[in-house]
């Protein structure tokens, strides 16, 4: 099993700009034939999102990223670190 750690610095907000850099290190780990694709602690959102997670369009924003991200995925399997929501409650997720 290949497994590739997708180390990407990305800008706590930016959360296009963050799926870019996911989308980019995926396609690299696509064409080096990993099986799986690791990416850091909330990478889509950026860490620490701090005040943005009272912002019902950035958690929004995420979970529209994290669902279209999923869509890009050729081969192997990836997780990605985003915000989740069930109900009111909002969780440090990965999927």
């Given at each position: ?16 700009g ?5 989308i980019?290190?995926i396609?690299?780990?696509?064409e ?14 950026g ?6 997670i ?7 924003d ?30 440090n997720?990965?999927?």
């Amino acid at each position: 099993m290949r497994i590739a750690f997708a180390q990407i610095n990305p800008t706590v907000g930016d959360i296009a700009g963050n799926a870019e850099l996911i989308i980019d290190k995926i396609k690299e780990a696509e064409e080096n034939n990993c099986d799986l694709t690791i990416f850091p602690e909330l990478a889509l959102t950026g860490y620490p999102p701090e005040d943005l997670i009272f912002k019902p369009s950035f958690i929004s924003d995420n979970l529209t990223a994290s669902k279209d991200l999923s869509r890009m995925i050729n081969k192997g399997a990836v997780l990605i670190g985003f915000i989740d929501k069930s109900g009111s409650h909002l969780y440090n997720a990965l999927g």
